[in-house]
């Protein structure tokens, strides 16, 4: 069982989920699509906290840098220290060689009983693409795919470099589904 962290000693802030996603729909209802942009940069700008959180969360079990785990206890870790922040578990994985995946099937923006007609996880592509991209050292772009608010089973975020994202959307904007796309 996780253990949760004595917020205190970080630059982040207990949210009510009931917030988050009050947020979101205010967002979405006044502003529609535009609504994505403005969510996905807060996320965006909590990165840098949310990723020393998580480095002093792991200092503090004795585990070093996040940066010299293996990939497996990473993940691991990483599960552990989210859930912990309440933001639900996470599968990390990979669609090719070039796309990382991320899937959950718990996780707090979601909202199924919203019915989006589209992924609406935007805080979290935001929040994400700051986190892993200085664990990877370099830029990093997150889409969602599969979405709870938009029907799906769970969540699934694809994370790529720029190029790599760029081309996979084009490739889904004709038609073709990320799981068949030929990036």
Known sequence: M????DLSKTAMVAVARESLLALRSALVRDLGPNAASYLQEAGYAGG?????AFARWMSARGLGSPEALPTTEF????TEFFKAAGWGGLELGTLRESIATIDSLDWA?????SGLDYPGCHLTTGMFA????????????????ECRS?????????LGSSE???????????GVDYKEATV
């Not at 996780?2 to 962290?5: C, V």
């Not at 840098?48 to 020393?52: D, F, I």
């Not at 938009?150 to 694809?158: A, D, E, K």
């Not at 790599?164 to 004709?174: P, T």
């Open 109 to 113: 923006e979601a909202d199924p009983a």
């Open 48 to 52: 840098e906290s949310l990723y020393s």
């Open 2 to 5: 996780s253990q949760p962290f």
């Open 164 to 174: 790599v994202m760029q081309s996979l959307y084009e490739e889904m904007a004709s």
């Open 150 to 158: 938009s029907g799906g089973p769970q969540c699934r975020f694809l």
């Open 130 to 145: 700051d986190f892993f991209g200085r664990l990877a050292g370099q830029p990093i772009a997150v889409m969602e795919v």
């Open 75 to 78: 993940g691991r870790r990483a």
